[in-house]
């Protein structure tokens, strides 16, 4: 067993690195902002200091003000920075410049846009050795291969040879981290590294982070949004806000005894695996970040705060250890602890009876997707093996009216293909698909205007799906023009009418996209999938780019729509804490083909299918006290065109027993009426192996805490 959390780091007296009264400007034609004000933070050796808060707040400003790389109008107007004693703010460009990559790294969100894609991967990390260290070519070849086989890759030679392209995401995050510990630096800069990831391989590079850092006793500024993996990985926790540091501790201090009600309310937007839409709404922040130009006077936080007093809006809070190491900029911190529930909305417990309720919507059978392999020239003649791509292979599904079937797996395994089959976006290469009674043609082209009325699709980026040029009423209001029945003189009034659905003011409709904040975006996207009154909405990882108290109010959102007019959903994520949350049923997905099915309550309960326990066992949970069993899957999802025979999720499975998983393909079994999952190992010995999958240990009143 693991916790989700590390032990504290032995330190120094000194730390690592020491930012003291920090402050940012950026110079604009409307004046100077202040971007980042007086923060404060100290990095001891080996430790993992967590910077979250929500987009806008700050965190990517104070990192690059540390390394002193912040955009041409961008300027540190007060405070200073210490690496070891030195003063990084004196240093001239050149001076830095030779700090950069060699006592400070950083590894960044997006591995594909932070590697070079015409130079060997190799070459990228021995050009670091040669550049910084001062070795010699063949003494850099061999430092990349010692730096690659240290990160987890398997056959670093081959790996050395390869292309950016020729790399998984999870394959260049291990690259960008091999890359930036070659020089053995003493501050590591992490902003957003696994936000990309699905959750499996996420789990593989936090526990890679944290293998490392133990061996080379790296400070870390870690900067993200997922509070689950503050609790997993961090030591200490800074929360920021609108540029000013509102609560900072050690990590079982500040998420079991939160100090500051942002703290409270952004743990408070996280869905958790043990309760569902039918139990609680998500908490949610009202409001957003001020902008840098309407700052309050008072307190930052007073405008979108349920406690905050008069006082608060006059007079600005100053920072104060409430505890030993645990500081707040709260005024009323006493009484934050007494109010575990200021921002959340108890619903009143839907009792469920035993059958399915509703009528059919969409019933999915043996539906299957194959990409033709094309070749190139006479080798194309010559070509042996597989002539196909199995992205979608044999999956049947069930969705009932005014109900959520989410679906969960790792990236590539074939979500978004199904859900394109259905929309009629990808034709399927075989099954059947049933609208309400009625036959699916498989592509788009061949449906009529009301079978394209009743289907309608959220993708994850609102901006690729939103026209640039196009106001944000002429977005919702095009379908309501072209799929529906509205009369044209009617068409503003149920545009205004869909953006209250959607909590968006009136005068939005007038708005460009790029003038809206990701969250808005999505909620038009949201209001546009409405605007034909469909039947089933497909959601497709609607809300993994966004951050949390986002996501919650988005979900609160859905489910809300859901409940007023009894619209199906087909939710689709990696997030099983999101998709457990808005879902009454779920579906596994694994290699193309289902692999456990039933209400979400029961799939999120033991037994599980070995793989729904790896994915659940890699869930970033945000709570020190979780322990959870460590199981974690080994390599990449296998190639859809060389399937492995038998159960094909036997090269990874942790539980495999024997020739019979290699060999032969699992039957279905019941584990109750609606709940089934397609396994060789029965379903009383999966329950025994996974009783105890997560496990919470909170400490005896006056004793000690354990190590985390």
């Known amino acids: 067993m693991m916790s989700n959390g590390v032990a504290p780091p032995s330190q120094s007296t000194e730390p690592v690195l020491q930012v003291t009264d920090l402050s940012v400007v950026y110079n604009t034609e409307k004046g100077p902002l202040p971007a980042v004000r007086h923060v404060s933070l100290r990095i001891g050796q080996g430790e993992i200091y967590g910077l979250v808060g929500e987009s806008g707040s700050g965190k990517t400003t104070v990192a690059r003000a540390v390394v002193r790389y912040l955009p041409a109008n961008g300027a540190v107007s007060g405070g200073s920075v210490l690496l070891n004693k030195l003063d990084l703010m004196g240093l001239s460009p050149v001076q830095m410049r030779r700090v950069w990559g060699s006592q400070i790294t950083m590894v960044h969100q997006d591995p594909s846009a932070a590697v070079n894609p015409s130079i060997p991967i190799g070459e990228q990390i021995a050009e670091v050795a040669r550049v910084h260290l001062g070795m010699d070519r063949r003494q850099a070849r061999e430092k990349a ?172 809070p100053t920072q104060v250890e409430a505890e030993p190491g645990h500081l707040t900029a709260c005024r009323r911190w006493q009484a934050v602890p007494r109010l575990p529930d200021l921002f959340a909305a108890p619903q009143s417990e839907i009792e469920r009876g035993e059958t399915p309720e509703g009528s059919l919507v969409l019933d999915a059978r043996n539906v299957a997707k194959h990409f033709k392999l094309r070749g190139m020239g006479v080798a194309a003649l010559w070509r042996r093996g597989p002539s196909e791509l199995r992205a979608v292979d044999d999956i049947s599904i069930r969705v009932r009216k005014g109900h959520t079937m989410g679906i969960v797996g790792e990236s590539g395994c074939g979500k978004t293909t199904f859900a394109r089959c259905v929309a009629g976006l990808v034709e399927a290469s075989c099954g059947e698909m049933i609208l309400e009674g009625e036959p699916l043609a498989y592509s788009v082209a061949h449906r009529p205007l009301s079978v394209l009325r009743k289907i309608q699709m959220v993708f994850q980026n609102p901006d690729a799906s939103l026209n640039p040029q196009l106001s944000v009423g002429a977005c919702i209001g095009r379908p309501l023009i072209m799929l529906g029945d509205t009369p044209r003189n009617q068409v503003g009034q149920r545009v205004r009418d869909l953006l209250r659905a959607v909590n ?62 009894g619209t199906s959903y087909l939710f689709i994520s990696h997030d099983l804490a999101a998709v457990r949350h808005v879902s009454d049923w779920i579906a596994v997905v694994y290699l193309g083909r289902l692999w456990e099915v039933g209400p979400a309550e029961e799939v999120f309960s033991p037994p599980f299918h070995p793989y729904t326990e790896a994915l659940l066992s890699a869930l970033p949970i945000p709570d020190p006290d979780v322990r959870q069993k460590r199981i974690r899957l080994l390599g990449s999802v296998p190639s859809a065109v060389h399937i492995p025979p038998g159960c094909r999720f036997h090269t990874r499975c942790p539980h495999k027993i024997g020739a019979v998983c290699e060999t032969e393909e699992p039957a279905w079994q019941n584990v109750a009426r609606y709940h089934s999952i397609c396994c060789h190992i029965p379903v009383d010995e999966l329950c025994d192996l996974q009783r105890h999958l997560l496990r919470v240990e909170r400490p005896a009143p006056g004793g000690k805490e354990g190590e985390r």
Request: proline share 7%.
């Open 145 to 316: 291969l010692q730096m690659l086989n240290q990160v987890g890759m398997s056959d670093p030679e081959a790996v050395a040879g390869r292309y950016a392209h020729q790399l998984s995401g999870g394959m260049l995050q291990r690259v960008l981290i091999a890359t930036a510990l070659t020089t053995n630096p003493q501050l590591l800069i992490m902003d957003e590294p696994t936000t990309a990831l699905d959750v499996t391989t996420e789990a593989v590079i936090l526990d890679l982070v944290h293998d490392l850092l133990e061996q080379y006793q790296t400070a870390v500024l870690y900067i993200t949004h997922n509070l689950g993996v503050v609790a997993r990985i961090a030591t200490r926790v800074g929360v920021l806000y609108a540029g000013e540091l509102m609560e900072e501790g050690a990590v079982p201090d500040v998420f079991k005894r939160k100090l500051h009600p942002y703290t409270l309310g952004l743990l408070g937007c996280v869905p958790r695996v043990d309760i569902s839409k039918h139990d609680v709404e998500l908490n949610t922040i009202p409001g957003s970040i001020p902008p840098l130009d309407g700052l309050p006077s008072g307190c930052i936080f007073a405008p979108r705060c349920p406690m905050a007093e008069d006082a608060c809006r006059l007079e600005h």
């Open 504 to 565: 968006l003011p009136e005068a939005y409709a007038d708005r460009l996209p790029h003038e809206l904040s990701g969250g808005e975006k999505q909620r038009v996207a949201i209001a546009r999938a409405l605007a034909a009154n469909p039947t089933l909405m497909i959601c497709d990882e609607p809300i993994s780019s966004l951050d949390v108290s986002v996501q919650a109010s988005l979900m609160n959102l859905l489910v809300r729509l859901q409940g007023a007019q």
